[in-house]
């Protein structure tokens, strides 16, 4: 019960101090952890606001658009590795 609450202190952003004295700690180390798991976590979010932000600033045809050099009309002649030449026709015969 008390680790729950130790994480909604430090996300409600307690201070060090305010959770060694709410929760009867003598060592520092036990708010500290739970402050920088806390903030680990607003970071992520923070993190991923800001993608979600610029993905919805570009535009739909930017996302879509196929790079040129991947577009059917920058290929010409055949896909290397492809001629009948170098693919060997395995010939099973006669199997009786």
């Not at 004295?21 to 798991?37: E, L, N, R, S």
């Amino acid at each position: 019960m008390r680790k729950a609450r130790a994480e909604v202190a430090a996300y409600a952003d307690y201070t060090k101090s305010r959770m060694t004295a709410t929760f009867g700690w003598t060592d520092p180390k036990m708010p500290a952890h739970y402050i920088a798991q806390a903030n680990r976590v607003r970071l992520g979010i923070s993190g991923m606001e800001k993608i979600v932000t610029f993905d919805r600033g570009q535009s739909l045809d930017n996302r879509l658009a196929v790079p040129q050099a991947n577009s059917a009309q920058e290929r010409s002649g055949p896909i290397p590795g492809s001629s009948p030449e170098k693919s060997p026709i395995i010939s099973m015969g006669n199997v009786s």
